[in-house]
Nanobody, 118 residues
């Protein structure tokens, strides 16, 4: 089993920045990929960014050029650096992990609220 704990959410003004962290524990050697999802009120959960064990990354079009996903293997932590934040980025952000290419993201954190407002 993999346990995920997010932190770093909060209230920020449009144009500001936040960095989210996701600390992983448990069977972390089995992790194939980690990702950040978000869910805004009344909307479906959507993929924001993901990083694979190879180091490759990909992003939703809506955040390309503004958000960066990275990892610190020594700390078993994945980060999401969010710059140039917009009100439409307001959501609960979730960290997720999957064990292989054929598995869905089936380990989830509890979520952290990000609110972008003036």
């Amino acid at each position: 089993q993999v346990q995920l704990v997010e932190s770093g959410g909060g209230l920020v003004r449009p144009g500001g920045s936040l960095r989210l962290s996701c600390a992983a524990s448990g069977s972390i050697s089995s992790i194939y990929s980690m990702a950040w999802y978000r869910q805004a009120p009344g909307k479906q959960r959507e993929l924001v960014a993901r990083i694979f064990s190879s180091g490759s990354t990909n992003y939703a079009d809506s955040v390309k050029g503004r958000f960066t996903i990275s990892r610190d293997n020594a700390k078993n932590t994945v980060y999401l650096q969010m710059n140039s934040l917009r009100p439409e980025d307001t959501a609960v952000y979730y960290c997720a992990a999957r064990s292989s290419r054929t598995q869905p993201y089936d380990h989830w954190g509890q979520g952290t609220q990000v609110t972008v407002s003036s």
